[in-house]
């Protein structure tokens, strides 16, 4: 299994998972989510989440007091993920893996 990145990839997406809009997409996401499963501020989940990439819907939901576990193909990906969770003091699990073979 091919766990690189091609630069320009990484790139895209590393800047991507960064920006306000996509943090507030999966905000959006993470609140709807919980609402469909009337999830309240005291429950906790456990959230698996395939493909993750750069880790935001990850932080987002590690955020809420959600356990994650992310995984993807992308180890570079991988790594800038653990690092941004680690900078907000966010507790999630990246694992390098492919969906496929779940």
């Keep these: 299994m091919?766990?690189?990145s091609h630069p320009e990839f990484y790139r895209y997406y590393a800047e991507q998972g960064q920006r306000d809009s996509t943090f507030q997409r999966f905000r959006n996401l993470n609140k709807a989510i919980e609402n469909i499963l009337?999830?309240?501020d005291d429950d906790r989940l456990r959230v698996a989440d395939i493909g993750c990439g750069p880790g935001t819907s990850s932080?987002?939901?590690s955020s809420r007091g959600h356990f994650v576990a992310g995984l993807d193909?992308?180890?570079?990906l991988l790594d800038?993920?653990?690092s941004r969770a680690r900078e907000r003091g966010l507790t999630a699990e990246f694992l390098v893996g492919s969906a496929h073979a779940l």
């Design 73 to 76: 193909i992308n180890k570079p």
């Design 80 to 82: 800038l993920a653990r």
């Design 59 to 61: 932080l987002v939901w």
């Design 2 to 4: 091919d766990t690189r």
């Design 38 to 40: 009337n999830i309240g």
